[in-house]
């Protein structure tokens, strides 16, 4: 079932301006005046259960989405019927950017646990972006961005190396939300790393035994802790953000 945006029963908007992550996502260099128009144009969503759908491959695109809290995973379904995990996104973050072109979603976005985020209307916020120079640069860059972790996927990297930049990766993320960097929760399971990093989960899961034993994390069913995150980032060689 697919989960749209209701606001009817929702706590009271947490408004761009008071909101945390507002130098993270799409208000960045906006004043006042120009936030507010900013969120006029944005619907904040109640709490999504773990694995509701947010949209389905080919559903019409209307608007583009930001987490707000929790954590969502897009994946694409290939010809022969598997299941692609294209990504994760953390509270701050966009999803749904690759939808601007084709008009359609080419991947499905589902909540990892009890999750929430913003709805923005595309055609409105394309209208605004147009008006607030500010705005228009910020979106740019995060569809650079896009580009950037998409294109760091493509890397012809050993199993190894592709799991320690993922969690390096990571943790740069939550750094920049002012979360432990060395220390937070893998939301997502452990098959589906593995599917993200297109190996096998009994590859992620002997890696992660692996790492443990050399001293560079350690990691207790959904609890993570980075020992050596010099060692960590030289094997993963940094290929995305470090």
């Not at 969120?39 to 694995?51: G, M």
């Not at 592709?162 to 993320?173: C, E, G, P, W």
């Not at 929760?185 to 589906?192: C, K, Y």
Request: charged share 20%; with cysteine.
């Amino acid at each position: 079932m697919t989960g749209r945006i209701s606001t009817a029963s929702a706590p009271s908007f947490l408004k761009c301006s008071q909101c945390s992550l507002g130098n993270l996502c799409l208000p960045v260099g906006l004043d006042i005046e120009d936030m507010k128009r900013l969120e006029n144009i944005i619907d904040s969503s109640t709490p999504f259960a773990d694995s509701t759908a947010i949209y389905t491959a080919g559903q019409a695109f209307d608007r583009i989405y930001a987490v707000k809290s929790g954590m969502f995973k897009t994946v694409i379904i290939d010809s022969h019927g598997n299941d692609h995990i294209t990504g994760f996104h953390l509270p701050g973050e966009l999803f749904g950017l690759d939808a601007i072109y084709p008009k359609r979603y080419v991947s499905s976005a589902v909540s990892l646990g009890t999750s929430s985020l913003c709805g923005i209307d595309y055609q409105q916020l394309e209208t605004l972006s147009q008006d607030l120079p500010s705005l228009q640069r910020q979106l740019l860059n995060l569809l650079s961005k896009e580009v950037r972790t998409s294109n760091s996927l493509n890397v012809d990297f050993s199993a190894e190396q592709k799991l320690a930049n993922f969690i390096v990766t990571l943790s740069s993320r939550y750094r920049q939300r002012g979360y432990s960097e060395t220390r937070f929760h893998l939301v997502m399971p452990r098959r589906d790393i593995a599917n993200h990093l297109n190996m096998a989960p009994e590859t992620v899961s002997r890696l992660f035994k692996r790492f443990q034993a050399e001293g560079l994390l350690e990691i207790k069913r959904t609890d993570l802790t980075i020992t050596n995150m010099n060692a960590l980032k030289t094997m993963s060689g940094c290929i995305a953000e470090c």
